[in-house]
């Protein structure tokens, strides 16, 4: 898939159907071709019915939009989701119950009932929510199969707030703090419905190799559980998400093969065959499928700086003005019909809409000659930034749009989510008189 001649016919056609307007000067588009050809790309390299077999399904929160989980449902996907919200999106979509897969590091009484209810595989956090678990079942066993979370405690990568195997990340039971491997061993000879394992070390700036060897360490425990109890009651590993995407070109899609070969490499016991997996993949499978498009409102100079005002800020983008040196984009120039600009011009900063001095999505960034009334565009934001929405200076969610066959005489577009409205924005506000309690 050639991921910039698909954008730049969707900034064309975005244009042709003027769906950025004075009042709707922001929007972001998924391309849905590029989105199922990454599922093809997952299936492809791990099979559902190869060895071993794979229930693949798609991190909630990194899209979590009614019309696209339906989409990806469709697909033949199962969901992954963390709160009841994202649990009633999933099924809303369309999800079976046996395809979702609920984790949170803080599930509520009600949480765990409602899954044990309905039917949901679970991993569990930490030893206490097991023990909630316990009163929840009262003897009997779930329908679907139940894990713990395993914190490998394998060590970070390059983003520490995205590294979730350090010796003290939040997530899941510890595997070699003093007294956990023990323990865990027990939890699961006492229980003979535990029969999963979850590891999510993997995400944005987690290499191959160090994804694989915290599955590794997991693998390795469900080889010691299963030693202990004299049978294979661990069947499945939950190997969770984290394939990096590379924000600075567009090469191509990311490739789940890289990861395959470094898992049979480093953990060739998950191929002998006794063990399933679960994969939870969020911005592998949509980053490279998105962008975000805004009008420029308005090109100053500041101190002989350049400086582009448009739309796309905090509220859609909060990390890469947040944190830019971790999670820069890239920005491209359309003009108000909707062709590339190219060369470059000057070094711009494109500061976003919102009412503090580093509202910046870039800067200092060479671009073409930008004026007001282009396009600016951040590409590889379909994974998380449509989630992310920050209500600074209740600032409208932008339209979402969904677009297939760009590159064909016969485009679609469809609706994802509509623009907020201003009356969406005054109600979310809270009430607007005080109610006594
Ligand atoms: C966020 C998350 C994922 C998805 O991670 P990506 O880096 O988007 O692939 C998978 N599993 C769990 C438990 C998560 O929290």
């Known amino acids: 898939m050639d991921i910039s001649a698909h954008r730049h016919a969707a900034v064309q056609q975005l244009t042709d159907r003027q769906l950025l307007s004075d ?12 989105i199922a050809a990454q599922v ?56 079976a ?7 949170s590091p803080a599930k509520t009484r009600a949480e765990l009932a409602q899954a044990l209810e309905l039917g949901i595989s679970m991993n569990l956090d930490n030893f206490d929510e097991l023990a909630r678990l316990d009163a929840l079942l009262d003897g009997s066993a779930p329908l679907a199969p139940v894990g713990l979370r395993i914190n490998p405690q394998i060590g ?4 520490d707030a995205l590294s979730t195997a ?3 990340s939040k997530f899941g039971i510890g595997l070699t703090d003093p007294g956990n491997r023990t323990a865990i061993i027990t939890a699961y000879r006492t229980r003979p419905w535990l029969t999963q394992l979850h590891v999510h070390s993997g995400s944005q700036g987690i290499a191959f190799e160090q994804n694989a060897r915290g599955i590794a360490a997991v693998v390795a425990l469900a080889k010691e559980i299963n030693d202990t109890v004299g049978f294979g009651q661990v069947r ?18 990311p490739d789940y093969q890289p990861h395959r070969d470094a898992l049979e490499e480093i953990v060739p016991d998950l191929f002998s065959g006794s063990l399933d997996i679960v994969t939870e993949f969020g911005r592998s499978l949509l980053a490279k499928a998105g962008f975000i498009a805004s009008s420029v409102e308005y090109v100053k100079y500041m101190g002989g700086r350049p400086i582009v005002v448009q739309h796309a800020g905090v509220q859609v983008a909060p990390r890469p003005v947040l944190v830019p040196t971790e999670w820069s984009l890239r920005v491209e120039v359309y003009t108000e019909a909707g062709q590339l600009k190219t060369g470059e011009y000057a070094e711009y900063d494109v500061a976003g809409p919102a009412c503090f001095a580093g509202d910046l999505i870039a800067r200092e960034r060479p671009l073409p000659a930008v ?20 209500s600074y200076n209740a600032l409208a969610r932008p339209a979402i749009y969904a677009c297939s066959g760009v590159t064909t005489d016969t485009p679609n577009w469809y609706v994802v989510r509509p623009q907020q409205s201003v009356e969406e924005i005054v109600a979310e506000a809270g009430v607007s008189e005080l109610i006594a309690i």
């Open 166 to 168: 350090t010796a003290t």
């Open 371 to 390: 004026a007001a009334g282009d396009i600016v565009v951040m590409p590889d934001t379909g994974a998380y930034y449509f989630t992310l929405h920050y």
């Open 40 to 95: 093809a790309n997952l299936n492809a390299v791990y099979p559902p019915a190869g060895s071993p077999k794979a229930l693949h399904t798609i991190a909630a929160k990194a899209a979590p939009l009614g019309a696209v989980l339906a989409e990806v449902a469709a697909l033949g996907m199962g969901c992954e989701v963390a709160s009841p919200g994202e649990l009633a999106l999933a099924l809303d979509a369309g999800f």
């Open 23 to 34: 009042t709707q000067p922001l929007c972001g588009v998924l391309d849905l071709d590029l």
């Open 97 to 103: 119950p046996e395809q979702i897969v609920f984790d």
């Open 236 to 253: 499945t590993i939950d190997i969770g998400g984290g394939l990096p995407v590379d924000f600075t070109n567009d090469d191509g899609l």
């Open 156 to 159: 970070a990568g390059t983003i």
